[in-house]
């Protein structure tokens, strides 16, 4: 259960393009939380930058040393996707000034491609841990891509969500180098509980865990720590 008061946009928005995911690594968690701080601060004394941006999420790792942001875009190809070079560079300088050393890890791009989700309408004030999962694929496949998250749906097909899920979005990167698994759950531990109980004897999980190219696998929790959204008090802070 989210008890911070963030509610996070809905990542099966339609009018959604794609999505940029992008971390930063901080010192400590008062450094990550100066940095998510400064972040705040700095949008909400500028304009929205652009209508492409949907919105802008900002989330803090369970370690509380690394902050994930997350852009919904319109149009993912477009330059300048969720902010202008000049207007990006201008409020990393500003956001650099109040919090110096964030070591920025740079971004990814990716559209949605499927989405697993329970009946209903979605309850944002459920979300209390989001799950990052991060697959790298080399070399880079798009149709390969597409295939393992078909595979890892063909794996749990028929069975019933898990405990606290909330809904699982795969996204894939256009060239098909990443596949991001953003999944939304009430809290950390019931991703734990998930993890710590995976299927048995399921050829699909198996062969999408071992699937040729993947050559990088792993996951990160976070929780929500604001959302910027358009034409909203502070900038778009809630």
């Not at 701080?37 to 919105?55: G, M, N, Q, Y």
């Not at 004030?125 to 790298?136: K, P």
């Not at 405990?163 to 950390?188: C, K, M, Q, R």
Request: glycine residues 10%; proline residues 8%.
């Amino acid at each position: 259960m989210n008890t911070d008061g963030v509610s996070l946009p809905d990542p099966a928005d339609p009018r959604c393009d794609g999505a940029l995911f992008g971390l930063w690594r901080l010192s400590s968690g008062e450094h990550a939380h100066a940095a998510a701080e400064a972040v705040r601060t700095v949008w909400a004394a500028r304009p929205w930058p652009s209508e492409r941006l949907l919105s802008y999420s900002v989330l803090v790792d369970t370690e509380g040393t690394t902050l994930l942001h997350c852009s919904q875009v319109t149009e993912l190809r477009a330059p300048g996707a969720a902010l202008s070079r000049e207007q990006a560079a201008e409020r990393s300088t500003a956001v650099d000034a109040l919090v110096p050393g964030i070591e920025r890890l740079g971004v990814i791009g990716a559209r949605r491609h499927r989405s697993s989700t329970p009946p209903g309408p979605r309850d944002a004030s459920r979300v209390g841990c989001v799950v990052l999962v991060t697959r790298e694929l080399a070399p880079a496949d798009a149709d390969g891509a597409r295939a393992l998250v078909d595979t890892l749906f063909a794996s749990g097909a028929g069975a019933p969500l898990a405990p606290g899920l909330i809904g699982a979005h795969f996204h894939i990167s256009p060239d098909g180098g990443h596949v991001l698994n953003y999944a939304e759950w009430t809290d950390e531990q019931a991703h734990r509980a998930a993890v710590g109980a995976p299927p048995r004897d399921n050829a699909d999980w198996e062969r999408a865990h071992a699937w040729p190219g993947l050559v990088r696998s792993g996951f990160q929790r976070f929780r929500p720590v604001l959302t910027l959204l358009p034409g909203t008090r502070e900038g778009g802070a809630e």
